[in-house]
């Protein structure tokens, strides 16, 4: 099955709200299934929609969504323009009024007819209550296809779509369920890994399939089961994986994700490892990329932001001299700030980073784009140095913390 | 003039990658005077391609923009596929060549055919090497239209369009400077600023327009210039903005940023104060914002993840029988946490979070989606909570954040 996704706002086509709802949208689609063959960002005017939806009748796709276009204050011209498109009039929907003047009321708020508005909503249209804002979401069949009207603000339209839009297709539709899960395979070639895996693979049964996706030094394997029992595609996407890691032992690296911060998350917990963070340039971000995986507490014991080399010193006891001797973005301070943030947080391997992001040099006049990573093991310490003379800031703090990630997984993990 | 973008590549359609250049590329075309009228994503096959082509040589758009789909495993046939739309033909272009030979020399690698057909372009179109890459960006011109092809990396794309494609647009058609400033106004509703400001409002020069752009309790004021002549332009927005702040005073809260990031730091610094941070729930994620902006050092001392009871103690110094007696997750230890943390950084003010961000309870049995956060500000604390028990665990790290920079902001700032 084919989708197609419309999403009206110009706010995007200005450039100044950045849509994420088109992507978490053809992602859980993609795990439905159903396949997104167009992604259109249209202006919240009547005529572009009306031209785009006529466009997208006309096409082969199974399911049209729209996000955005039917807010408030849009509702007199757009909801009108689509209830005309679908030969429809508006009309109130009681059980959507009756929600909004709930959430109105818990809220101490009066309603007023703009918002009464928004239970306005053609006569034919199946309504469903969103639970996380007062935008009634549109379902209407019209030749042959689905029409899915659902609200711009994004925390809305995601949450409703994955626990009501996703299940509601799948009913009706009596779609297969996809099992996918990735392995990582490291010190392989990819002609290699696939000459190693030939028998494995001829083996495999019809509904599950396979995909090398090479990134970097590393190759994902990727394995997808397609099927209406749910618990045997899981049984057998874990059968299959628990081969592969006879076959390939130590080279497979992880067998549970394919996201860095995941196989680290993995290797910490099970060896009983700590994880400590000094961070200068990246100002906190390793700390939040590690904390943003639930469970990290397992593992990560905290981290600091030592900003200033005040605090390098106050808090990291880093004796003040060290750092005049050295210069504060150095091999030896990197190392230094790793060893004490080890003895700070008690952990069995910490990592720091210092660096200028720039845009102008440091007080020792180090040039902007230059850093060091320090990693503490057990006692070992390692140090690397980077220089990207010609980035932004932003992306200066993203490629640091993404090495110093790497420093860890490869230091640590790949070759252990 | 107008401008479409197509973002070609099956990723983005599938949802594994998160289109960024879309947004970036109609951003700086809105700041250039070009309004985007639509973008489209569409799949890496050349059918999709050249209908999509057709389409929009057939609009009235001036500029036609791509992304990605050009790549070197692509190229024999998406490229082929343009240059026959184009009613041409691929050939190699010297420059190209020697600037991607380059390239691969100074990285110890040697040419092959898939590197070297990078260089392979429609023998009528112009060719802007690309300086963050080896895939050369194309500048045709066809049918009064001109088509532009960029690469689908982010980095490259973003940097070559800012640093070459918008001044090359800027200078071959002449086109205005547009010169914008936000300043950010409070306690006035939108009619009564309307009505304070009418004189002022009515003696502004032809070119400099006026939005009103209500956000929350705040109202921006964007002024836009439009002409030659930028010094001009900046002068005048500059005159105008001063005479805007003789009439608000200090409701006039920021005249420099609408970013509260921007104007936190520019209130910090301008009074001298200091800032740290203690996060739990946030995990490291209020000081990478913080420290995102350039010049942050200024008034940021640094900040600590104190992820685990056992830090919080230790590092922190709060008595164990203290958490225990409150448990973590409370008004007391939020508090205690912005105190202690104060102390240890040797701050003015400090910020501090501690919450259950699922997606399972905390050892005390506090449900995910409930969360504190303290505020220190030269001995006085302040303290607020919050509950959002339907959230996701990014989109509940993502509040909290943002409620701590609101915390600052009202208690500091709006309410000072």
Chains 1, 2 share one sequence.
């Not at 082969?60 to 408030?72: R, S």
């Not at 709930?102 to 007819?113: H, I, K, V, W």
């Not at 059968?239 to 911060?261: C, D, P």
């Not at 001797?325 to 150095?330: D, F, G, M, P």
Request: neutral net charge; proline residues 4%; glycine residues 6%.
């Amino acid at each position: 099955m084919k989708a197609c996704i419309i999403v009206i706002g110009d706010e995007i086509l200005s450039g100044r709200t950045l849509d994420t709802n088109s992507n978490f949208i053809a992602k859980k689609l993609d795990l439905t299934g159903v396949s997104v063959t167009e992604i259109s960002t249209i202006s919240d005017n009547p005529d572009s929609i009306v031209t785009k939806l006529k466009e997208a009748f006309a096409s082969d796709t199974n399911f049209i969504i729209t996000t955005g276009g039917l807010g408030p204050t849009k509702d007199d011209k757009t909801k009108q323009t689509l209830a005309e498109f679908l030969s429809d009039q508006l009309v109130i929907n009681q059980p959507a009024l009756d929600y909004i003047t709930q959430l109105y009321c818990t809220n101490g708020r009066t309603m007023n007819d703009l918002t009464r508005k928004q239970a306005l909503v053609p006569s034919h249209s199946e309504v469903i209550i969103n639970r996380y804002g007062t935008a009634p979401i549109l379902w209407t069949k019209k030749s042959n296809k689905i029409l899915i009207n659902l609200p711009g603000v994004p925390y809305e339209t995601q949450a409703m779509f994955e626990e009501f839009i996703i299940p509601k297709i799948k009913k009706e539709f009596n779609l297969p369920f996809i099992v996918r899960r990735s392995v990582i395979v490291v010190d392989y070639l990819e002609s290699e890994l696939a000459t190693t895996l030939t028998d494995w693979e001829n083996n495999l049964p019809d509904f599950v399939s396979l995909s090398y996706l090479p990134s970097g030094a590393r190759i994902e394997l990727r394995l997808s089961a397609k099927g209406t029992d749910k618990k045997l595609l899981e049984e057998t996407i874990t059968k299959e994986i628990k081969k592969l890691s006879q076959i390939l032992h130590e080279k497979l690296i992880s067998t549970t994700s394919t996201n860095i911060i995941e196989i680290i998350a993995d290797f910490f917990s099970k060896n009983n490892l700590t994880l400590s963070i000094a961070e200068s340039i990246t100002g906190g971000n390793i700390s939040h990329k590690i904390t943003s995986l639930a469970g990290s507490s397992v593992y990560y014991k905290g981290g600091i932001t030592a900003y200033s080399s005040l605090i390098k010193e106050s808090v990291l006891k880093i004796p003040e001299p060290f750092i005049h001797t050295h210069k504060v973005v150095s091999e030896e301070v990197a190392k230094e700030m790793a060893i004490r943030c080890a003895k700070l947080f008690n952990s069995d391997v910490a990592i720091s980073t210092t660096g200028v992001a720039g845009p102008s040099s440091d007080e020792f006049n180090d040039p902007v784009g230059l850093a060091y990573i320090g990693l503490y093991v057990h006692g070992n310490t390692y140090v690397k140095k980077y220089y990207y003379p010609h980035v932004t800031r932003d992306e200066m703090i993203t490629r640091i913390t993404n090495k110093a990630l790497e420093f860890i997984y490869f230091e640590m993990i790949e070759n252990k």
